[in-house]
């Protein structure tokens, strides 16, 4: 049996485009204060898989095009591999909202991944993101979820009044690897001072 720790990609690994705009070219990606060596901790031998899972709706828009984000998530992964990270899989949804099953908080990019893996458990996974449809589609998986968010705890506040299981929190995907949310036997935590 195998496991995988699921990453958001925007908002998680790096710095999110403004509302209602993308990350369209390398040169606009910006990885996140810390987002490298968190990665760089969560790899290595016996350790859960590294798999991104990412909405990209602005290639179903028109605004950017497929090879595009293809060509970001390439050099993304190749910086990342040379700084000692290592990402298994990288899975794009590329549709509209309602038009698919992949969408988060669709779990389509989930068992895609249990497709090619079919030792993987969803089950014993981790789901990390910065927004209400990772939590719930990482709920649906009967993962453990960790949110990714600076804003005073509003996010994790509106997953609860939805009914939504956030198992850790902090600022950044640093500070859950600091606190060791990721490690066998540890207890879930709030950190960096959000609200539970």
Not at 58 to 77: E, F, K, N, P, S
Not at 111 to 138: C, K, Y
Not at 171 to 176: F, G, N, Q, R, T
Request: with cysteine.
């Amino acid at each position: 049996m195998s496991e995988a720790i699921f990453l958001d990609r925007d908002g998680v690994i790096n710095r999110k485009a403004a509302e209602g705009s993308y990350v369209r070219t390398w040169q606009e990606f910006e990885f996140l204060p810390g987002a490298i060596e968190a990665l760089r901790r969560l790899t290595g031998p016996g350790r859960p898989s590294l798999i991104v899972v990412t909405n990209q709706r602005g290639i179903a828009r028109g605004l950017v095009t497929r090879a595009a984000v293809d060509d970001i998530h390439q050099r993304m992964a190749t910086e990342l591999r040379a700084a000692g990270a290592v990402i298994a899989r990288i899975l794009v949804c590329p549709h509209e909202k309602g038009m698919c099953a992949c969408r988060k908080p669709g779990i389509g990019m989930f068992l895609e991944a249990q497709r090619e893996d079919p030792l993987l458990v969803l089950e014993e996974s981790a789901v990390v993101g910065d927004s209400l449809a990772d939590l719930e589609a990482g709920n649906r998986l009967g993962a453990r979820t960790f949110l990714v968010a600076s804003d005073g705890g509003t996010t994790a506040a509106a997953a609860r009044t939805r009914g939504l299981t956030v198992h850790g929190q902090a600022a950044s995907l640093l500070e859950l690897v600091e606190a060791g949310v990721f490690e066998d036997g540890v207890e879930d935590v709030v950190v960096a001072g959000v609200p539970g």
